[in-house]
């Protein structure tokens, strides 16, 4: 059968090693695009050096050709693109749809906490819009200084841009209306690192043609923006796949810092890889991968 047009993306950031939760997400977007007759990409997703390990990445390679993965070369490494993601961060804030915020997390906090302003995203509080009102000579007054600042994405600007009714497609949960509400004026370009995870994931998404993102729903919330990001910069909407986390023995979600359930030390005490993919719902035999009509 020739080759379809699917095209998935496994992006893990290399801050700690790949455990059981990682090998079910990776082998869930693998099993996809190859039940599908299509691609199956690895993204290395490093932009935060203080967080991301050079060695983690070979850990990375190690763990997922042990699982019996294969993707295509070369590995998109996001940490050499950073120009990519300054030029599209210029562009946005050229179109005016960004703002200097010079808070600082307990400015948040407090300013939230002051205002009596509760909502909550996945991400802490949402920005109370502290620096959205300041005028722009006072921004140009604290950039002269040299007072360190982020960039947000001003939602209401990008909203009258887009609109309020856009929809994004989730094969598991059905179509979604986007509530970027949920993150609100969201950083896209962080004070330390000059990018951020929102605006380097969707803009490689759409660089790299990934047709259908398999993920955690942990990132679900996230999807929201991502949705408003892909309007405004007039890339294709993706069909999303959010897949519940594995969870350990007492409920709680598995953490990179768990050394014990790490696929590195799974594998040192013994366990196969076949064993393991069988354990989290997939064939024993990877070129089964092809006939799943279901994937766990
Ligand atoms: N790099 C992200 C992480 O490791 C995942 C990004 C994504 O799948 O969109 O959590």
Not at 29 to 45: D, P, Q, T, V
């Amino acid at each position: 059968m020739a080759e379809s047009s699917i095209v998935t993306r496994f992006a893990p950031s290399p801050t700690g090693h790949l455990h059981k939760g990682h090998a079910y997400s990776a082998l869930s977007a693998f099993a996809f695009a190859r039940s599908h007759r299509g691609r199956f990409l690895l993204r290395i997703e490093d932009i935060d050096p203080g967080r991301c390990r050079a060695g983690n990445t070979e850990q990375i390679y190690e763990d997922l050709t042990w699982l019996g993965l294969e993707w295509e070369k070369p590995v998109r490494i996001q940490s050499e693109h950073r120009s990519g993601y300054s030029r599209v961060a210029r562009d946005l804030h050229h179109r005016k749809l960004l703002y200097p915020c010079f808070c600082s997390r307990n400015d948040i906090l407090r300013e939230a906490e002051r205002a009596g302003y509760a909502p909550h995203g996945s991400e802490g509080p949402v920005y109370p819009g502290t620096c959205r009102k300041l005028s722009e000579d006072e921004r140009a007054a604290r950039i002269a200084t040299g007072e360190n600042h982020s960039l947000r994405l001003d939602l209401s600007r990008a909203l009258e841009e887009v609109g309020t009714g856009l929809t994004w497609n989730d094969a598991r949960h059905g179509i979604q209306p986007a509530r970027p509400d949920l993150l609100g004026d969201a950083i896209l370009v962080r004070k330390d690192i000059g990018t951020s995870y929102h605006l380097s994931v969707v803009i490689d998404d759409a660089l790299q043609g990934i047709t259908d993102i398999v993920r955690g729903v942990d990132l679900f919330d996230s999807t929201h923006l991502h949705r408003v990001l892909q309007a405004l910069l007039d890339f294709p909407a993706p069909t999303y796949h959010h897949h519940p986390l594995l969870t350990d023995s007492g409920g709680n979600r598995l953490a990179k810092r768990d050394r014990a359930i790490t696929l590195k030390s799974l594998r040192e005490s013994g366990l196969s890889a076949a064993n393991l993919r069988l354990e989290l719902g997939f064939p024993l035999d990877l070129e089964a991968l092809r006939t799943m009509t279901e994937i766990p």
